[in-house]
């Protein structure tokens, strides 16, 4: 039976067009941002969790660019301590060769200077981003690099370092020479009974009024040559020490980096898992709700004009 108040069956096309263009639109909005819960109203707990992951995301993604930062930071100390290891064992050779008699200490000399001027360089040279772990004004101290960030239960973040004690590898203490690998005197006896005290570079802060600089003429002796190749032996065993330092703190960093891009991986990985949609899915679900919109539109235009023909009885 029809009525002309009211069409049931044009309220009941009405209703199901409502609730396809309803489905209509929740489908786009799933295949454009290519997720299931875009917000808290689609699934509460989901998106509570996608939400909490995302930020220590962010937090994990932020301490690997500061980690980076640090393996920079490393990798040039490391490359200014094997070009310093390298000069100082230039100029031991020269010191082993003005051992040698008939030979011209003073030429000797020249190029030892020329060697030492160079070791400065490299020391005020290996910085990045004005941090220098070879080079110090004031007193080294310890370098606190972010390695990791982790979030409690209670939602607080803890930031975890690796500490570097740049005391270890700095070569030019201009603030107090004591304090430079270079820089600060070395002292002991030679094979032949000769005490020595002796220091590679002179920054002008040399505490010892007894160490001398390692320089030499022809007026040089063979005790204090020895003395020098001595000084030059301890100088190097401490450099070597720093550069194994160094590089082990490279490695670590960079193994430390690795895992935080892989961390950051896997929690974007657990996040799509709860919220992402099936593009498949959502895409054959997304033609088939355009379709059925589409026939109840029709089904909708069919009933509607059912009504007009009662009506037109009455005209």
Known sequence: MSSISYNQSAASALLLLTGSAKALERNTIQVATGRNVNTASDNAAYWSIATSMRSTGMSLSAVGDASGLAAAMADTASLGMEAATGLVSEIKAKLILARSPGVDRDAINAEIG?????LGMVAESSSFNGENWLSSAGTPGVKSLLASSSTGPDGTTALNTIDFDTASTTLVGSGDAADGLLTKAYSGTTDNGTAYEYYLLDTGSQGSATASEIKISNS????????????TDSMLSGLTSAGAKLGSTSSRIGANTEFLSKLHDAIDRGVGRLVDANMEESAVRLAATKVQQQLQTIGLSIVNEQSKRILDLFR
């Not at 020329?114 to 160079?118: F, I, R, S, V």
């Not at 040089?220 to 000084?231: H, K, N, P, V, W």
């Open 114 to 118: 020329q060697l030492k001027d160079q």
């Open 220 to 231: 040089t002796t063979e005790d204090e040559l020895d003395g020098m190749i001595s000084a």
